[in-house]
């Protein structure tokens, strides 16, 4: 069990739950519009997540905090891959590294502009 943050902003759509065939048709019909809603309106809206009820199925996308929920076994792992030794990289180099690598994994999974990163996204919030 997880607990998400409160959602500020975010794309929300729901789908009716009637049997497991309404999944099927749920994400093949859902995903594709919601997506082109997204783009369309230029917007920075990632990590999509599904809400189940008993009757519907939400699809959540948050406009910010978005990486409040990413889970952290989801998120890439980054090795060092210096050819310094150990004891002469600082830590704070290191970290930072990480960080960089991170922020840019996540930029290339982003359904939005790229363009529009430094003002619309979240991210770039974050990482500062």
Do not use: G, W
Not at 5 to 12: F, H, K, L, S
Request: charged content about 25%; aromatic content about 12%; overall charge negative.
């Amino acid at each position: 069990m997880a607990i998400f943050p409160n959602i500020d902003y975010a794309v929300v759509t729901s789908f009716p739950f009637k049997n497991q065939y309404s999944l099927c048709v749920a994400v093949y019909r859902t995903y594709p519009r919601l997506k082109l809603y997204i783009k369309a309106n230029r917007l920075c809206a990632h990590p999509i997540m599904e809400l189940y009820t008993k009757d519907t199925v939400y699809f959540i996308a948050p406009l910010s905090k978005q990486f409040d929920f990413y889970a952290e076994e989801a998120l890439p792992v980054y090795e060092e891959t210096s050819s310094e030794p150990e004891d002469e990289t600082p830590v704070d180099e290191l970290e930072c590294s990480k960080c960089h690598n991170h922020q840019n994994a996540l930029i290339q999974q982003c359904c939005c502009d790229p363009l529009l990163h430094s003002t619309s996204c979240d991210r770039r919030k974050r990482a500062l």
